[in-house]
Antibody
Framework: QITLKESGPALVKPTQTLTLTCTFS??????????VGWIRQPPGKALEWLAL???????RYSPSLKNRLTITKDTPKNQVVLTVTNMDPVDTATYFC????????????WGQGTLVTVSS | DIQMTQSPSTLSAFVGDRVTITCRASQTITTWLAWYQQKPGKAPKLLIY???NLESGVPSRFSGSGSGTEFTLTISSLQPDDFATYYCQQYDTYSYTFGQGTKLEIK
């Protein structure tokens, strides 16, 4: 069974950098085809795809946020880290970590999500 | 970006009803479309992929159809557990955009 869990600060100030960690089990980023990504959801709003990293270190980013996002992996630790620079109140959202497989395009396992509030 | 538009935004129905939710893409995505169900405070759950393929473990009362730019999700006989918000997602091109959601409420 694949499980994912997000961790990081619940509150960040405007202009700060957000760093979120996804720790997962039941799957490894050393396995061909595996991908782990991030999707966020502002309170009461729709889902927004952010970024994705594959087993071979191929990375994909949302075009509208590309300049602010960085995704990295630590394969031995079973972790994926997302950084978002220059945080703004509009970035307040629940951030979900997700699992996918190369070529599938869909997300079959999700973390529980972590709410990040941007406020001074 | 490919824009995904769902209709209706809210749908009220009775247990046992047959309901259909529509998702339209701003350009053709062939059949690269998925549907998710989300309940309050929970992560979304994958229901259907590649427009019409049922994810393992999803009840057969859920079905999907469509291709190109217009897609539908149908629930053949609503059960109490089905009242939730539903999202479509295109995966034809990065970024993988979602629709704005359809909230299915009990009438």
């Amino acid at each position: 069974q694949i499980t994912l869990k997000e961790s990081g600060p619940a509150l960040v100030k405007p202009t700060q950098t957000l760093t979120l960690t996804c720790t997962f089990s039941g799957v490894s980023l050393s396995t061909t085809g595996v991908g782990v990504g991030w999707i966020r959801q502002p309170p009461g709003k729709a889902l927004e795809w952010l970024a994705l990293i594959y087993w071979d270190d191929d990375k994909r980013y949302s075009p509208s946020l590309k300049n602010r996002l960085t995704i990295t992996k630590d394969t031995p630790k079973n972790q994926v880290v997302l950084t978002v620079t220059n945080m703004d109140p509009v970035d307040t959202a629940t951030y979900f970590c997700v699992h996918t497989f190369y070529g599938s395009g869909t997300y079959d396992y999700w973390g529980q999500g972590t709410l990040v509030t941007v406020s001074s | 970006d490919i824009q995904m538009t769902q209709s209706p935004s809210t749908l009220s129905a009775f247990v046992g009803d047959r309901v259909t939710i529509t998702c339209r893409a701003s350009q053709t995505i062939t059949t690269w479309l998925a549907w998710y169900q989300q309940k309050p405070g929970k992560a979304p759950k994958l229901l259907i992929y590649k427009a019409s393929n049922l994810e393992s473990g999803v009840p057969s009362r859920f079905s999907g159809s469509g291709s190109g730019t217009e897609f539908t999700l149908t629930i053949s006989s609503l059960q109490p557990d089905d009242f939730a918000t539903y999202y479509c997602q295109q995966y034809d091109t990065y970024s993988y955009t979602f629709g704005q959601g359809t909230k299915l409420e009990i009438k």
